[in-house]
């Protein structure tokens, strides 16, 4: 960015300060952008066309907000620890598919009040061009609601769900990855609201892991931990926050009060990212796995801000 841009920035953060310190939800305010090219607006996940790499990147501040606004000198991407040159950039802000990935296995109890109260404030921020499914898991997923531009059925859905059985977490996000192949959406999402654990799924790890190497699925987890004892429980929010930040997206802790904010917040940050597109420095063939690595250098006087991207990119073989 220009020395005047920058400075414009920096100046406008520092005019948000004073609600920075009421936890207001307050963000950078972008500067309009020219339509992005029709290559720029392929489906917004990492994807590799021809020899041109889609990655797509949120940003937060120190108060775990979205930050919009910045420029493409603004960001370093990395391809298997080699510095690649940006050469498409856009923010992203198209319609979104999503799918919620709802735990009702014994172990949720009361938490499914606050459970469904967050699944509706992610719905209130929708665009009417978005759509949504919901799969419902506990001793087996179930796909409750098909895609669906009319978030109130899922809702009407939701409020006869309860809570039994034990949980076939993994089993519910294969079956909404398959799920999520039927959406034309260039954007698409994972909601998963759990609390961890899995103790009842055929697929193991690693095939679900593999699935979300071969998707462009970003996946968000709201987790609700706490209450239980047994190993696949401990090892719920290692899963969760495994699963969610191979993706790009992240995982949340959350107290049962505080879903619905997590979840409004995470439908916010689904609707602000960056797309960078380069074409990688070595452009081998190899249908190998390639890793990739973002670094925000924000403008002088912003404070530290942290991206989270997709990590990594099965390259073409051909």
């Keep these: 960015m220009k020395a005047r841009g920058a400075a414009g920035l920096a100046g406008g953060l520092m005019l948000l300060a004073p609600l920075l310190f009421l936890g207001q939800d307050v963000t950078i305010t972008p500067r309009p952008k020219p339509a992005p090219k029709e290559e720029e607006t392929r489906r917004a996940d990492i994807r590799v066309n021809t020899n041109l790499v889609l990655i797509p990147v949120t940003v937060n501040d120190p108060l775990n907000r979205p930050v919009s606004g910045l420029e493409k000198e603004h960001f370093r991407v ?179 009060q505080d879903l619905p904010d997590v979840a409004k917040k995470i439908g916010i940050e689904l609707r602000n990212r960056y797309i960078l597109g380069y074409s990688p420095e070595n452009q081998v063939r190899d249908g190998k796995y390639h890793h990739v690595e973002v670094k925000v250098v924000p403008p002088h006087g912003l404070p530290h801000l942290q991206a989270h991207w997709r990590v990594g990119y099965n390259a073409p073989d051909r």
Excluded at 109 to 126: E, H, P, T
Excluded at 184 to 212: A, C, F, P, Q, T
Excluded at 214 to 229: A, K, N
């Design 78 to 256: 990395y391809d298997d620890r080699v510095l690649q040159t940006i050469t498409t950039f856009a923010m992203d802000d198209e319609p979104i598919a999503a799918g919620l990935v709802f735990d009702t296995s014994g172990s949720m109890g009361d938490k499914l009040k606050r459970s469904r109260m967050a699944a509706a404030q992610f719905f209130k921020i929708s665009d009417p061009e978005d759509e949504f499914f919901l799969v419902e898991f506990d001793s087996a997923p179930r796909l409750v609601v098909p895609l669906t531009k009319d978030t109130g059925t899922i809702e009407n859905e939701l409020t006869f769900s309860k809570s039994k059985g034990s949980t076939a977490l993994l089993d519910a996000i294969y079956m909404a990855l398959q799920e999520m192949r039927k959406s034309k959406k260039n954007k698409r999402s994972l909601l998963i609201i759990s609390d961890g654990g899995d103790n009842n799924s055929r697929y193991s790890v690693k095939e679900v892991k593999d699935l979300i190497q071969e998707s462009d699925v970003l996946i968000y987890s709201i987790g609700v931990f706490g209450g239980g004892s047994t190993p696949e429980e401990a090892g719920g929010p290692e899963l969760l926050q495994h699963i969610s930040e191979q993706t790009g997206g992240r995982m949340f802790f959350a107290e049962p």
